[in-house]
């Protein structure tokens, strides 16, 4: 290792700040300086490299200085640490713990080397290099208080629970002198009784809130976790106690109030409460002991609780098939519908409708207790509550108000009862002599009562009851009436934006594209200040590929709507509804290029938000915020499982195999040439000059608006060097796609569609064990339903359509293969001594048994939804079996459900032509459905 000078160290540690400051031009200066006299000073090399690093279009002259000066000091830790930086710059943070492991070799108890190691590793998730780096950390120097933090969120994170508290223990005696702000020393109480109530010492984590409630400045949290832990160990009436301080507080807050209904005693019949989570340590099984009232519950209140929207619920959530039928439409039923786990007795809705009502007393003003009440009555009861709850609401004018009593239509009957209240109030209110809402229901006394002139009500009170009205047979399918109603209320009137929206909907539902953009852009242009209206205007053009409207009404709300980069601050705000709606609308407009593109933007946010996780990781120990760190900790290990990133990656995977099986499709008719080569060729010699002249004065137009936008804005012009995604097409589709489903299957494991698209990828590469596995774990979610809609089009298609009889298969991966499909077949994965399949024939035989189920069933139930019908015939097709007999007797009724519908339609069309009889009886059966869908008048 080569020595410098006083002074040239004193320069040296100035490169030093100089890079901390982000003085760069400044520290490659002073490095010169250096280098001058000691051109083979391997650390100032180094130091120079990675400041040269942050400067533009330097990278690899970093690089290789960084590498020129670890040749010259190759057992120098300040070179092997330089490295590790720059490889952690750019996020190949396997090499960069590589360097710093270099680095430690020479220099083990360095604390800096030891900090930034620490932080790749809980980066990287590497929990038990974590822990161990922390331990040494706390060794080296165990007068620093973040350093105890580190090593027991490091234990606590392994799952060490007692090791984790007794190292908060040693602090709090280490530290117990020393200052510490209020809010540190709360934050270290309730994070210690977190890591207790995590390891099922639900006891002893009260006990540390109790002796330290003073020094808690968190009293909402506090309130929550004790009233949690005693609900835990079953202590109800104190937890009662706690929970009706936090209904008081607020009294909107559903938890607070379902939760206090909860620790009840005579409620716990139909509404339970909760159990204790899973003790430490039982591994990921699904727990069969859980009621199932806890999905009403968030995943902040109870592990097994439901997540917030996007995230995927738990497995003991899952369910085969959300569909419920209501009137002519088929919906999916949304997780947070209150259910109870049996219909409460008529005692018990008594004793229930006491208990809200000394609620809303208490509370006169809180809607969420007037609402959630609604949830647990039946019959006359319910409706009774409803009506009270209706007619203020009704005349308030509350344009949300059907959003607030959707949920009450998916439990079986309460859609009949609504209406039978909407029609009361119709008939009531639309009278010319006195309009008012009748007498309350269940009233006998009254309802034979007219009207006084006292209970006259207000036109507006008409007025909203028709959007009501509308809204409810637009849920119900009954689109003429809904027509009927919100013209009325248009007609009454006509300056009111919510009705527009209402009726845009309808005519959304009813298929109607284009009618549905008209009506929510002339709703944008009456309130041009409101974003959600905007929000609406564009998603309703992009769903009828008016992308170039869309994107200009859109940008109405960018940061900067008049400068040349307002397209980029979408992407700036991870705009990412934005990306899947015109990514879908490139997607059926062929416009595989630019769907591709919008797809990649959203996996680039994901991406991002994974990486700005690194700044936390010591920002949240210096500030004390533990529990809150955790938390974001857990966020980020399933954060390629959120719905946008799933939907996003599911789109683009079934553009990479439509893009390959175009490939496919050319190379077996012999026309895979070049697009390019082959335009080339058909344009003649003037038209290829006046192309060449076009794109020459193309070029010239962005270089001027480069320098207008730099002149403005003082920057550059940001340059998409590939505005069309030309370069993504020319990547590996079959690559690409088997990339997203393996991201898939690691993140989204409880989602179904994953081993759906799994089997899509492998089975076009032939990797028959890969699509055993996707079966069987397909299957498994089904819960070992063969006949289930999602499994029988894979499972036929690897049965009777694979390839299975290629001779390069190995006889091993045969014999796994034949072994592995019993229990899928069989629908038993509990039988141990099942025997393999002798051969193929026997394989097959085991298929056709199932596919003939599925025929009976076909054949038998005719209001069978429409998905179900479609994954029928493909299963049949597979087979070999005939469809034609089936569909031309097929009279499909029940309800049905738009995206459905256009699926069913274009695989008739495609299958049998768009002019053949089986496809025009479907369109006639639609017209009855959807009578304005745009599909069906097209003859």
């Known amino acids: 290792m080569q020595q410098l000078p006083a002074k040239d160290q004193a320069v040296f540690r100035s490169i030093v700040k100089f890079y901390e400051t982000k003085q760069y031009k400044k520290g490659v200066k002073a490095a010169d300086s250096i280098l001058k006299k000691h051109p083979e000073h391997g650390e100032t090399l180094c130091m120079k490299g990675l400041t040269l690093s942050y400067l533009d279009d330097k990278k690899e002259e970093a690089y290789d200085l960084v590498r020129k000066g670890l040749k010259y000091d190759l057992k120098s830790h300040v070179c092997w640490h330089v490295f590790g930086l720059l490889y952690r710059q750019d996020r190949d943070y396997v090499e960069a713990v590589k360097c710093y492991r270099n680095a430690l070799r020479i220099d083990p108890e360095n604390i800096q080397i030891l900090r930034d190691l620490s932080l790749l590793q809980i980066h990287r998730r590497d929990l038990v290099g974590f822990s161990e780096t922390r331990r040494k950390l706390l060794q080296v120097k165990s007068s620093n208080r973040l350093n105890w933090i580190g090593y027991a969120v490091a234990e606590h994170l392994c799952k060490n629970y007692e090791v984790a508290v007794e190292c908060l223990n040693n602090y709090e005696k280490t530290f117990k002198?020393?200052?510490?702000?209020?809010?540190?020393?709360?934050?270290?109480?309730?994070?210690?009784?977190?890591?207790?109530?995590?390891?099922?010492?639900?006891?002893?984590?009260?006990?540390?809130?109790?002796?330290?409630e003073k020094e808690i400045v968190d009293k909402l949290g506090l309130i929550e976790a004790q009233g949690r832990l005693n609900m835990f160990l079953e202590k109800f009436e104190e937890s009662g106690v706690l929970y009706l301080k936090l209904l008081n507080i607020n009294p909107e807050h559903h938890v607070y109030i379902l939760s206090y209904m909860a620790t009840q005693v005579q409620f716990h019949r139909f509404w339970p409460p909760l159990p204790p989570p899973k003790m430490a340590g039982e591994g990921g099984a699904v727990r069969t002991d859980l009621p199932s009232t806890i999905v009403s519950f968030p995943s902040s209140l109870h592990a097994d609780g439901m997540p917030i929207w996007g995230w995927l619920a738990p497995a003991h959530a899952i369910k085969t098939d959300r569909r419920y039928p209501l009137g002519r439409r088929l919906h999916k039923r949304r997780l947070d519908t209150y259910q109870p786990m049996h219909e409460p007795t008529d005692e018990e809705q008594d004793a229930l409708s006491?208990?809200?009502?000394?609620?809303?007393?208490?509370?006169?003003?809180?809607?969420?207790?007037?609402?959630?009440?609604?949830?647990?009555?039946?019959?006359?009861?319910?409706?009774?509550?409803?009506?009270?709850?209706?007619?203020?609401?009704?005349?308030?004018?509350?344009?949300?108000?059907?959003?607030?009593?959707?949920?009450?239509?998916?439990?079986?009957?309460?859609?009949?009862?609504?209406?039978?209240?909407?029609?009361?109030?119709?008939?009531?209110?639309?009278?010319?002599?006195?309009?008012?809402?009748g007498p309350a229901v269940g009233d006998n006394a009254q309802e034979s009562a007219t009207c006084d002139p006292s209970d006259q009500e207000n036109p507006t009170s008409l007025l909203f009851t028709w959007m009501l009205a509308a809204q409810h047979f637009n849920l119900l399918g009954e689109t003429a009436k809904a027509f009927e109603f919100i013209d009325k209320a248009i007609e009454h009137t006509p300056t009111l934006v919510e009705l527009y929206g209402v009726k845009a909907r309808i005519y959304k539902h009813a298929g109607n594209l284009e009618k549905s953009a008209e009506l929510f852009d002339e709703a944008r242009r009456m309130d041009l200040a409101d974003r959600y209206l905007n929000t609406q205007a564009v998603r309703a053009l992009l769903r009828k590929d008016d992308v170039e409207t869309g994107n200009t009404t859109v940008l109405l709300f960018s940061k900067e709507p008049d400068s040349p980069e307002a397209a980029s601050n979408l992407h700036d705000m991870q705009c990412m509804w934005y990306e899947s709606a015109i990514g879908r609308s490139y997607t059926r407009q062929e416009k595989w290029g630019l769907a591709l593109k919008k797809f990649n933007e959203t996996f680039k946010h994901f991406n991002d938000i994974a990486e700005d996780q690194f700044d936390f990781h010591n920002y949240c120990l210096r500030k004390s915020t533990l529990k809150t760190y955790v938390s974001m900790l857990r966020m980020q290990e399933k954060l390629f499982s959120h719905k946008f990133y799933r939907r996003a990656a599911k789109d683009a995977i079934r553009i990479h195999l439509e893009l390959y099986d175009q490939k496919v499709r050319q190379a077996k008719d012999g026309s895979a040439e070049k697009d390019g080569e082959a335009k080339e060729t058909e344009l003649s010699a003037a038209e290829r000059k006046k192309l060449k002249h076009k794109q020459k004065r193309e070029a010239k137009k962005d270089q001027v608006d480069e320098k207008q936008a730099a002149a403005a804005t003082g920057k550059g012009k940001k340059v998409d060097d590939d505005p069309n995604g030309d370069k993504l097409l020319e990547k590996d589709p079959l690559e690409e796609a088997s990339k997203l489903s393996k991201n898939l299957v690691t993140y989204s494991h409880l989602d179904f569609d994953t081993y759906v698209m799994a089997y899509e990828c492998y089975s076009r590469q032939e990797k028959w064990l890969v699509c055993v596995q996707a079966l069987s774990r397909l299957c498994r979610l089904c819960g070992s339903n063969v006949i289930?809609?999602?499994?029988?089009?894979?499972?036929?298609?690897?049965?009777?359509?694979?390839?299975?009889?290629?001779?390069?298969?190995?006889?091993?991966?045969?014999?796994?293969?034949?072994?592995?499909?019993?229990?899928?077949?069989?629908?038993?994965?509990?039988?141990?001594?099942?025997?393999?399949?002798?051969?193929?024939?026997?394989?097959?035989?085991?298929?056709?048994?199932?596919?003939?189920?599925?025929?009976?069933?076909?054949?038998?139930?005719?209001?069978?939804?429409?998905?179900?019908?479609?994954?029928?015939?493909?299963?049949?097709?597979?087979?070999?079996?005939?469809?034609?007999?089936?569909?031309?007797?097929?009279?499909?009724?029940?309800?049905?459900?738009?995206?459905?519908?256009?699926?069913?339609?274009?695989y008739l069309s495609d299958e049998f032509g768009a002019d053949s009889n089986i496809t025009k009886r479907f369109k006639s059966v639609l017209t009855k459905y959807f009578p304005d869908m745009k599909e069906v008048q097209e003859e």
């Open 177 to 212: 002198d020393e200052s510490a702000t209020d809010f540190d020393i709360s934050e270290l109480y309730m994070y210690k009784a977190s890591i207790l109530e995590e390891a099922g010492k639900f006891e002893e984590a009260l006990q540390c809130l109790k002796s330290h």
């Open 788 to 906: 289930q809609y999602k499994v029988i089009n894979p499972l036929t298609h690897f049965c009777f359509i694979a390839n299975l009889e290629n001779p390069d298969i190995p006889d091993a991966v045969r014999s796994v293969i034949f072994s592995e499909m019993v229990p899928v077949l069989s629908g038993n994965f509990e039988d141990a001594d099942r025997k393999p399949f002798s051969d193929l024939k026997e394989m097959r035989a085991a298929c056709t048994k199932i596919v003939d189920d599925v025929e009976k069933r076909l054949k038998a139930t005719s209001d069978l939804p429409l998905i179900e019908v479609l994954a029928g015939l493909k299963c049949l097709k597979n087979a070999g079996k005939s469809r034609e007999a089936f569909l031309e007797k097929w009279e499909p009724t029940g309800a049905f459900s738009l995206k459905e519908s256009k699926k069913m339609l274009k």
């Open 354 to 437: 006491q208990f809200f009502e000394k609620l809303q007393e208490e509370h006169p003003r809180s809607d969420s207790l007037k609402r959630l009440e609604l949830y647990f009555l039946t019959g006359q009861r319910f409706q009774q509550k409803l009506d009270k709850y209706l007619r203020p609401c009704i005349r308030k004018g509350i344009p949300s108000l059907f959003r607030c009593i959707r949920p009450m239509y998916f439990q079986t009957g309460k859609e009949k009862l609504v209406e039978g209240l909407i029609e009361r109030y119709l008939k009531n209110l639309d009278n010319s002599e006195c309009s008012w809402f």
